[in-house]
């Protein structure tokens, strides 16, 4: 019966130990847009289209976020409001933390790659983002 607590007691410290490395944070930089969010509840909500896309920029883990609506000419319109950000690590996880004159929170980074960004809240909602991709016209 040990043998059996110890293992699950193993399986259960791997299965919270974060999949995202420092060396991929820089991933994040660029224009991500919302394809999904995950309630607390199990809910999933789909997005087809999306008016605003993210922009991050980060450097040296400080950076900042901001909306912006893309335009048929490539270009975006922004409200110049920015979010300032910054990464930090805490255990074994990594969290953007936003701070504006309005307040203070952080997101948990689920999954970090290439094309998709998982992002998580204190809420335990979940946001899966992909790479935006320019509308393109033949």
């Not at 930089?29 to 394809?35: D, H, R, S």
């Not at 690590?89 to 203070?104: A, L, M, P, R």
Request: some cysteine; aromatic content about 14%.
């Amino acid at each position: 019966m040990k043998k059996i607590g110890l293992l699950f007691l193993a399986l259960l410290l791997i299965s919270c130990h974060s999949n995202v490395k420092k060396e991929d944070l820089n991933k994040i930089n660029g224009y991500w847009e919302i394809k999904q969010v995950k309630l607390a509840t199990g809910k999933i909500k789909d997005y087809k289209i999306n008016e605003t896309i993210d922009y991050f920029e980060l450097k040296d883990n400080q950076g900042f976020r901001q909306k912006g609506m893309p335009q048929f000419d490539g270009k975006f319109q922004t409200n110049n409001i920015k979010e300032n950000i910054k990464v930090i690590q805490k255990d074994n996880s990594f969290y953007i933390e936003y701070t504006t004159k309005f307040g203070k929170w952080e997101e948990e980074i689920i999954t970090i790659a290439d094309s998709t960004l998982v992002l998580k809240n204190k809420e335990k909602i979940e946001y899966t983002y992909k790479k935006f991709k320019p509308f393109a016209f033949k």
